[in-house]
């Protein structure tokens, strides 16, 4: 009984106190120990996300930019992305370079002709040799771009051409030009093809933007060769004119003479020059084929395989119809609007001049925003403005052809209109296919038809009807063809049980709303803790 009321003394004699400062303190360092095994054991975890070396195939780094973390930081990850800008940065020069030669052919046409000693009549021929070459070059280059090193094989092409460009002014021979030409177009058709595929292969579902920078560039230098042929190196009009008014027909020229007619062309000093602009893109190419590996960020389907369309084949097979009317129509307003104004709407030739160059500076300008454009814009909105503005301004091209005012206005909406076409159309079906070389070929070769084609149709019937805009009716004809193929297309790509690649505009807004939860689950746990702080200096019971 005696210890029993000592017990009962004792439990009486407790009361009830508050905790002090030390306490509290002592109490916030055993919440903060917790805290921080439970983020050792968090690290322990985020730790086994990390790839080891050899593991990369078997485990999938979600967010992996910075998954190198323990080899050094962020060093991998920014190592890569610098990689890819490099890629990009030189494939848009050769790019550059690709356009140049196209283009210059056209500014120094005449005195090709009087360096071959041939009328213009006779030598135009080599407009068909190049353009055959081109469509051999791009079936080359979709096969052997599967079963080689992209940057080796670019590399090859790109000199290849520089070293065509180099021998162009040395011809003398028709047939020898001809044959430099065909070569010169597979080296193209192959540079084309591969580099459409390997901005793809190097950025993935994020490439709209850096492929409407490979495509202005294109346009870049087509409107770049004309100046360097014709400003820098113009040919000596009156020296060419004296020479061929004193040279005696009924003998060969001296060697002093012929050195002088040489002398004269300066504007095949351009060749020389875009030749050696793309042997340094070349020997760039040769360097990134030493010094790094293939960047490739290809985009595959959940299960690790290529996305392939339920419908691929014929999705290809209705985007080569709709390269060869977009491009053809392209080349042939392009190439007859100067002839149209001047002979149909009776224009001036200053005016008819200016008209050309509208189309075509309002088609490179357009290509330069279109890189701004695709990093918020979808491939399939960019492809419906550009439907809808060539498929008006066409039709109002045909309706008031006569009228100078919508002539310039309908060139110049029209011009803006195609172009960014072709490489969002690239671009769009990447979303719903993994595009190959195989693929990329088949788009270059539709185009390169419908540039041979669309634009000799023009010129033959424009003899046979002079008095009819035909030039017009083909606008309107493949503006509305390509307007009824696309919701096909669309209709075939999102077929039920079709897989879908999200784009990179959607990824980012789910990047972003994921990154706003995180942020408002942080904030909450914050308070929580501030909460469990507070209620922590609970009244505790102590013995006396």
């Not at 270059?444 to 017009?472: D, H, S």
């Amino acid at each position: 009984m005696s210890s029993s009321a000592e017990r009962d003394s004792v439990v009486k004699k407790t009361h009830v106190r508050f905790a002090s400062k030390g306490d509290d303190e002592d109490d916030e360092q055993d919440e903060d120990t917790l805290f921080d095994k439970r983020n050792d054991a968090g690290r322990k975890l985020r730790s086994a996300l990390i790839p080891k070396p050899g593991c990369e195939d078997r485990v999938k780094v979600v967010g992996g930019g910075n998954g190198g973390r323990g080899n050094g930081g962020r060093g991998n990850g920014g190592r890569g992305t610098c990689a890819r800008w490099v890629v990009t940065l030189v494939l848009c020069g050769s790019s550059l370079g690709l356009g140049m030669s196209i283009s210059v052919l056209g500014p120094t046409f005449e005195d090709l002709a009087l360096n071959v000693k041939k009328d213009i009549s006779n030598i135009s021929y080599i407009f068909i040799g190049r353009s055959g070459g081109y469509i051999g070059g791009s079936l080359i280059g979709g096969v052997l771009f599967d079963c080689m090193n992209p940057h080796l094989l670019l590399g090859f092409s790109t000199i290849l051409t520089a070293f065509g460009m180099y021998a162009i002014p040395f011809c003398q021979q028709a047939a020898l030009l001809t044959a430099f030409m065909s070569s010169i177009g597979v080296s193209m058709g192959v540079l084309d093809t591969g580099g459409n595929v390997l901005i793809l292969n190097t950025w993935g579902d994020q490439a709209g933007p850096h492929m409407q920078a490979l495509h202005f560039s294109f346009a870049a230098g087509a409107f770049v060769s004309p100046v360097i042929a014709k400003l820098l190196f113009g040919s000596d009009e009156k020296g060419t004119q004296l020479l061929n008014a004193t040279l005696p027909v009924t003998k060969a020229p001296a060697p002093e003479t012929a050195f002088n007619l040489k002398s004269s062309l300066k504007s095949m000093w351009a060749y020389i020059v875009i030749g050696s602009f793309l042997f340094l893109v070349s020997v760039l190419f040769f360097l990134l084929y030493s010094r790094c590996g293939t960047v490739k960020d290809q985009s595959h389907s959940g299960s690790g395989k290529q996305l392939v369309a339920k419908h691929h084949l014929a999705l290809v097979f209705l985007l080569f119809l709709f390269f060869f009317a977009y491009v053809g129509a392209e080349v042939a307003y392009g190439s007859f609007i100067f002839t149209f104004a001047k002979d149909f709407s009776h224009m001036p030739e200053a005016q008819a001049a200016g008209l050309n160059s509208l189309f075509w500076g309002t088609f490179a300008a357009t290509r330069g925003f279109a890189i701004f454009f695709a990093t918020c814009m979808y491939p399939g909105t960019m492809i419906l403005l550009c439907l809808l503005g060539s498929t008006l301004s066409s039709l109002l091209l045909c309706l008031f052809c006569n009228h100078k005012v919508a002539l310039w206005v309908c060139t110049g909406v029209y011009g803006a209109s195609m172009a960014t076409t072709f490489p969002s159309g690239i671009s769009w079906l990447e979303q719903y296919t993994t595009i190959t070389g195989h693929t990329a070929a088949v788009f270059v070769v539709g185009a390169a038809l419908g540039e041979m084609v669309l634009p000799a149709l023009v010129g033959f019937l424009q003899g046979r009807f002079p008095n009819q805009p035909l030039l017009m009716y083909l606008s309107l004809l493949t503006s509305t063809f390509t307007a009824i193929i696309f919701p096909v297309m669309y209709k075939l790509a999102s077929a039920p049980g079709s897989p879908r690649r999200k784009p990179s505009v959607e990824r980012q807004i789910e990047a972003d709303d994921s990154e706003y939860c995180r942020k408002e689950s942080f904030r909450f746990s914050d308070f929580s803790i501030h909460a469990c702080s507070i209620v922590g200096s609970r009244p505790r019971i102590q013995p006396d």
